[in-house]
């Protein structure tokens, strides 16, 4: 399952002796992270890199920031986006904390089949008072442990995955010399230097904490998107729900869907698309108000949207009929698996 929020994450610590550190360090500092990760199969192109530097007198005082920068295939070359923002973080003068979050992309296998998702790790990289360097990785995928964040144990996933991450973390831990501080232990796994703790032991903290912390935090992200409304169908049901797949440019951004017994109706981002996949998800729930508007029962929401010409809507429907589910937990966990 992909996650919203992180299901683990390792920190490294580098306080080099005698010389200072130039700000744009934190810049190089993630590419490297990012090699090698690509280097052991699991980072895929293109990441997006946002900068900040900040004066340490006053961390709201903003000296410097660039955002949404990505990692051309030799990213410190002179002229690239991100060559530029070095530069103009080394030419500032005084204290600062320089911050370089990188959001990548990424692949992993289950048996016989490469998936990839557009948020799997993120690159976290500062420089404070050109002295203290700090990294964080941080990924948004179950495959690295025993059970997946539903509580189902997947052996075969696991052993496809795990030993490129803890390859990852032993070539990232040799670059800097040290070993990796695990994150705490949270409501999906125990981080550990080499991966994660077996869940099969011990057994997960929640039998369920993908749908228990994941499925309403999603939620609150798209709902964040939109205006208040009491033009709103309800958004959970126990009944089968039928659906249609949004895709746009051959990815699936999620599942616009409705209820065959009530009046619930809603859509679920699929969460390896990222952020496209809300912005999606805005632009359909927008729609099915219109449908509240307009007095449509959820049984007959599907009909009417599929004979809607909606230019400004991100993505399309994929079938020529809708698609039925058991329940709405099936299709939250068609969303969130792939």
């Known amino acids: 399952m992909i996650t919203t929020d992180p299901i683990g994450e390792w920190t490294w610590e580098i306080t080099p002796e005698g010389r200072s550190v130039e700000p744009s360090r934190a810049i190089q500092i993630a590419a490297a992270i990012w090699n090698v990760l690509a280097g052991v199969g699991i980072a895929a192109p293109v990441a997006e890199v946002s900068v900040t530097v900040r004066s340490m007198g006053d961390m ?3 000296r410097f920031e660039a955002t949404g920068i990505p990692l051309e295939e030799d990213p410190l070359a002179p002229h690239t986006a991100l060559a530029r923002a070095a530069s103009h973080t080394d030419a500032l003068q005084g204290d600062f904390v320089v911050a370089v979050r990188m959001r990548c992309p990424g692949v992993w296998s289950v048996p016989g089949t490469r998936h990839r998702a557009e948020q799997l790790f993120t690159i976290q990289a500062d420089v404070w008072k050109r002295s203290l360097v700090a990294v964080t990785l941080e990924t948004y995928s179950d495959v690295w442990l025993t059970m997946d964040t539903r509580g189902r144990e997947q052996i075969a996933t696991y052993d496809e995955n795990a030993p490129r991450l803890a390859l990852a973390l ?5 670059l800097f010399g040290c070993a990796p501080t695990p994150g705490d ?3 999906y796994a125990t981080p550990t230097e080499t991966g994660f703790e077996d869940l099969r032991i011990e057994g997960p903290a929640y039998v369920d904490a993908w749908g228990t912390f994941e499925v309403p935090a999603r939620s609150r992200r798209l709902r964040s ?3 208040p409304s ?8 126990e009944h089968p729900v039928h659906y249609y797949t949004v895709r746009d ?4 951004l999620g599942y616009v869907w409705a209820a065959q017994a009530d009046n619930a109706a809603g859509f679920e981002p699929r969460t390896a698309a990222g952020k496209r996949a809300f912005e999606a998800g805005r632009a359909w729930l927008l729609r099915l108000r219109e449908a509240h508007r307009l007095g449509l029962q959820a049984p007959d929401v599907l009909t009417w949207l599929a004979q809607q010409a909606a230019p400004h809507v991100i993505g399309h429907i994929a079938e020529d009929e809708p698609q039925a589910c058991p329940n709405l937990d099936s299709l939250e966990d068609l969303s969130g698996r792939w």
């Open 185 to 187: 232990e949270n409501r």
């Open 225 to 227: 998107l939109l205006p």
């Open 170 to 174: 032993k070539e990232i831990s040799e």
């Open 60 to 62: 709201r005082d903003i």
């Open 230 to 237: 009491e033009e709103e169908y309800p958004e959970t049901t």
């Open 249 to 252: 440019q051959g990815q699936i």
